[in-house]
């Protein structure tokens, strides 16, 4: 956790469960309940919860969110890994809409008059179609539905999975009657459909995520500190203490503001203020975190 200064402290923890409005919701109005907890944010964009709180002892954050169904970790920005949740919901679009094209092909045939036995095959090829595309692509919102509603709680994917069951089981329950109608189209398509705004959600939240990692790297990590005894020692930012005189080289970034004590330069603050014409500096010039010499 990091010291803010007034006894108030900053923990970030990533939560990789979050996935809709009632998420957030319910993490920060759980997190806000608890004692020396002053607030709780959420960013659904990089799955990461901000907590701010007081007193010596850090609150139990891991055990409220446990007990809400959201497994949580200390917050590691350097952490690069595989997209799995991408490759996973391409694989279940993929599959849904194999069966949701091969059901409307026979369904077809059922819509342009087939009766009897016919109409019947028809109908139970679509059931044993749908069977993969239910378990396989339809996991992704029951798995989420389940860990709700074990936790007494609700999101966006109860509705969904209530939806595709029942649709699937009246057009079981039709075809094992020996019905006119049977909706196995309707579900597959609904799960299609579905998952492509799922992917494509996914998708831009990533991007939004890689361009915020491009902007985090481009800051600067540290600094050459020019000691009174004539010795240079390179200090991170976070061990950067005010009266501290820094060497910022050509080419290097302003890691705090403060003033040019010597020297003469221009300073690139496209970074900062988005003007791309060089700013010239001299002795007594204000500067501010993030701009290029």
């Known amino acids: 956790s990091r010291n803010l200064g007034g006894d108030i402290h900053q923990t970030e923890l990533s939560v990789p469960a979050v996935h809709c409005g009632t998420c957030i919701q319910t993490i920060e109005a759980a997190l806000a309940k608890i004692e020396n907890v002053d607030s709780a944010?959420?960013?659904?964009?990089?799955?990461?919860?901000?907590?701010?709180?007081?007193?010596?002892?850090?609150?139990?954050?891991?055990?409220?969110?446990?007990?809400?169904?959201?497994?949580?970790?200390?917050?590691?920005?350097?952490?690069?890994?595989?997209?799995?949740?991408?490759?996973?919901?391409?694989?279940?679009?993929?599959?849904?809409?194999?069966?949701?094209?091969?059901?409307?092909?026979?369904?077809?045939?059922?819509?342009?008059?087939?009766?009897?036995?016919?109409?019947?095959?028809?109908?139970?090829?679509?059931?044993?179609?749908?069977?993969?595309?239910?378990?396989?692509?339809?996991?992704?919102?029951?798995?989420?539905?389940?860990?709700?509603?074990?936790?007494?709680?609700?999101?966006?994917?109860?509705?969904?999975?209530?939806?595709?069951?029942?649709?699937?089981?009246?057009?079981?329950?039709?075809?094992?009657?020996?019905?006119?109608?049977?909706?196995?189209?309707?579900?597959?398509?609904?799960?299609?459909?579905?998952?492509?705004?799922r992917t494509l959600d996914h998708v831009m939240r990533e991007r939004a995520r890689t361009a915020v990692c491009g902007l985090s790297r481009l800051a600067a990590r540290g600094s050459v500190v020019l000691r009174d005894d004539g010795g240079r020692d390179y200090v991170p930012v976070a061990e950067l203490q005010p009266g501290m005189r820094l060497l910022i080289a050509a080419g290097e970034r302003i890691p705090v503001d403060g003033a040019i004590v010597s020297g003469n330069s221009d300073l690139d603050c496209s970074l900062v203020s988005g003007e791309s014409r060089p700013k010239s500096v001299s002795a007594g010039t204000r500067v501010q975190a993030g701009t290029l010499n």
């Open 41 to 197: 944010r959420v960013n659904l964009s990089t799955k990461r919860v901000t907590v701010r709180w007081h007193g010596g002892r850090v609150p139990p954050f891991f055990a409220v969110l446990g007990r809400l169904g959201y497994q949580a970790h200390l917050f590691d920005p350097e952490t690069h890994e595989k997209d799995k949740a991408l490759s996973e919901l391409i694989r279940a679009v993929a599959v849904a809409g194999f069966a949701a094209g091969n059901i409307m092909l026979l369904s077809v045939s059922v819509w342009s008059g087939a009766e009897g036995p016919t109409r019947d095959l028809f109908h139970w090829l679509s059931a044993l179609i749908a069977i993969p595309a239910l378990v396989f692509a339809g996991a992704i919102y029951f798995r989420s539905a389940a860990n709700a509603l074990r936790h007494g709680r609700m999101n966006m994917d109860v509705p969904i999975a209530v939806g595709v069951s029942l649709a699937y089981a009246m057009s079981l329950y039709e075809t094992v009657t020996h019905g006119e109608h049977a909706y196995f189209d309707a579900s597959t398509s609904l799960l299609f459909f579905l998952l492509i705004g």
